[in-house]
């Protein structure tokens, strides 16, 4: 049957035995479906490649009316004449996963060379930040302008939760300018993952501006120390947990990482050279050198059988967990609340620094991989151009002055 397709004509066709086309008098191949259900849907019909094949538009009624859907037809048959082949373009379409489907993928199958806990923060910030916003948007139609929109929501704190997560367990979902730029960071690994898949040719998050971002960093001096060190004992005293005081204790006599100190386990430790023998870290399998008080911190601490961890949890067998709560409670009460667990290791390379140490020595004591990274504690040195400086106009002072010689006494940069 061929005739102008109307809404007139479409609502009044009633069903038969089998499927019912009518074809529009005006756009060759373009037509409505009537199965017997009296399901109406509108199709076009064109020849690809010497085959015949047949498109579905959409089913009638909104947004798909006879005009919107015979003016679809009209493009597609453009699209047709241009060579290309709309339904197995739509068929191409359905096989490219949804973004949170992506993330799934990229987590199975795409982490291999990275680290335990780096895949445990990007599989936090999947879950928390990237699927609430964008996780049912086609990978392919994702724009540069949604990846944006995704960076400001984050940044102004739309992704912030407190969520249970399981018995005593808790997630704080944090946003603010630093957590979007690492989000946005791992959208871009993760759509440089989808091109290598055949999914996309651009990355929509490569060429996006992050915030800019200002390095906090906190230097302990010798009065906070001892502060630390009298709230630690008071601590200890009022029956905090000696572990994960001891575990602090660590953390600022050696400048390791927390992931590194909660980790240690008594194999690692040599005693007789006075090392810890990491076999994994941010940076890889290392040697820590710690000093003598270090040593003897460990050489204290009990050992619990079936236990190979030097900080053992409450969990048989497992390491200790729960220090960031703690931390918090010791630093208010040596009234240091805006010291991070992080600024310990800090802490431990500035007293380095101000020392005398060269920045080179400091650095691979922390297990700095390159200089650059201890660069930022440069400006804690005395500069040797201050320091040369200082001793040559010691000596003509001393001379102006009438004296044989002339004791000088550095002056250290202040911060």
């Known amino acids: 049957m061929q005739a102008k397709i109307s809404k007139r004509l479409v609502d009044s066709l009633k069903p038969g035995s089998s499927d019912v086309f009518v074809w529009d ?6 037509g409505v479906k009537l199965t017997p259900k009296g399901k109406r849907t509108y199709v076009l019909q064109y020849r690809a490649n010497g085959k015949l094949k047949r498109f579905t538009i959409g089913t009638h009624g909104s947004p798909w009316t006879p005009d919107q859907s015979r003016l679809e037809a009209i493009r597609l048959l453009g699209l047709v004449a241009d060579g290309q082949d709309p339904v197995e373009q739509k068929g191409q379409a359905k096989s490219i996963p949804t973004v949170a489907e992506l993330c799934d993928l990229y987590l199975s199958e795409g982490v291999a060379t990275k680290k335990a806990y780096t895949v445990s923060n990007d599989r936090g910030r999947i879950e928390r930040h990237i699927k609430p916003l964008i996780g049912r948007k086609r990978v392919d139609q994702v724009s540069g302008g949604d990846v944006q929109r995704t960076m400001n929501a984050i940044a102004e704190g739309k992704t912030t939760a407190d969520i249970k997560t399981g018995f005593r367990g808790r997630a704080i979902v944090t946003g603010g300018k630093v957590t979007a730029n690492r989000v946005v960071a791992l959208l871009t690994t993760i759509f440089n993952f989808a091109i290598s898949r055949g999914f996309l040719k651009d990355n929509p998050a490569m060429s996006l501006k992050k915030f800019k971002e200002q390095r906090r960093e906190r230097f302990l001096t010798a009065d906070e120390l001892t502060r630390l060190g009298e709230a630690l004992q008071q601590s200890e005293l009022d029956g905090v947990n000696p572990v994960a005081i001891n575990a ?3 953390l600022l006599l050696s400048g390791m990482r927390r992931g590194e100190v909660l980790n240690l386990q008594w194999s690692h430790v040599d005693f007789d050279l006075g090392c810890l023998r990491l076999p994994d870290s941010k940076t890889g399998a290392k040697v820590v050198h ?12 009990p050992r619990i059988s079936g236990n190979p961890y030097c900080f053992p949890g409450a969990v048989e067998g497992q390491a200790l967990v729960g220090l960031p709560k703690i931390w918090r ?23 380095g620094v101000i020392s005398g140490m060269g920045l080179p020595v400091v650095g ?21 151009l201050k320091l040369a400086a200082d001793r040559i106009s010691g000596q003509i002072a001393a001379s102006l002055a009438g004296k044989a010689k002339a004791e000088v006494t550095p002056i250290r940069k202040t911060k």
């Not at 008098?25 to 373009?30: P, Q």
């Not at 409670?329 to 007293?351: E, N, Q």
């Open 290 to 301: 710690v000093g003598a008080a270090a040593l003897e911190l460990l050489a204290g601490l």
């Open 248 to 250: 602090i204790r660590l």
């Open 364 to 384: 691979a004591l922390l297990g700095h991989k390159t200089p650059a990274v201890t660069a930022r504690y440069a400006h804690l040195s005395a500069d040797p």
């Open 329 to 351: 409670g010791i630093r208010d009460r040596a009234g240091l609340s805006d010291v991070r667990i992080h600024d310990t290791r800090h802490g431990f390379a500035s007293v």
């Open 25 to 30: 008098s005006e756009v060759k191949g373009f």
